[in-house]
């Protein structure tokens, strides 16, 4: 079982910055593309943006895009969602997840087969 671990996540004022982390100790990510999504109190757990097992091929939801982006240290099996220009609406509990897949990926949640147990990302004033 792949175990996918998120960290970096935190409290920060509108219109910062912030740089989460997913890793699997101990197994190699080098084969999985590696998906995002969030879920909001009271909400449904949506896509954010996704990687391939490269690092060629990125996607993001609409929502997002221009202000976040993501890549990925294979050497140190670890992958990074880059976030800035935070705004209130961004607040939620933060979630990789992987697939074993080759040069593509997708922001759907019935795509992955591994989660992580997520992050908190608060943006407040």
């Known amino acids: 079982q792949l175990q996918l671990v998120e960290s970096g996540g935190g409290s920060v004022q509108p219109g910062g910055s912030l740089r989460l982390s997913c890793a699997a100790p101990g197994v190699t990510l080098n084969y999985y593309a590696i998906g995002w999504f969030r879920q909001a109190p009271g909400k449904e757990r949506e896509g954010v943006s996704c990687?391939?097992?490269?690092?060629?091929?990125?996607a993001f939801v609409d929502s997002v895009k221009g202000r976040f982006s993501v890549s990925r240290d294979n050497a140190k099996n670890t992958v990074y969602p880059h976030m800035n220009s935070l705004k209130p609406e961004d607040t939620a509990v933060y979630y990789c997840a992987a697939v074993r897949r080759s040069r593509y990926c997708e922001v759907d949640v019935r795509s992955y087969d591994h989660w992580g147990q997520g992050t908190q990302v608060t943006v407040s004033s």
């Open positions: 990687i391939d097992d490269g690092g060629n091929y990125s």
